[in-house]
């Protein structure tokens, strides 16, 4: 894993009780807070990029209703 003086870094405002939800999710976890946090990031990422395929596969599918086409 590279360094982590040298990867990018990004500074949030958190709501009130929020950091401390995250600690102790992290703490049950036994991993750090910024483990916790990326990968929160990254399922919820990784959820819209399925959902926009989801969205693209359903559009295609009534464009070819409209159009008489039988489903694929």
């Given at each position: ?19 401390e ?6 703490l049950?976890?036994h991993t ?6 990326i990968k ?10 399925r ?11 009534i ?10």
């Open positions: 894993m590279a360094d982590s003086r040298q990867l990018d870094k990004f500074i949030i405002r958190l709501p009130d009780g929020m950091r939800r995250i600690s102790d999710a992290a049950k976890q750090s807070m910024n483990s916790l946090v929160a990031l990254e399922e919820f990422l990784d959820g819209q990029q959902q926009q395929l989801l969205l693209d596969a359903l559009s295609e599918q464009k070819r209703l409209e159009h008489g086409k039988t489903p694929a």
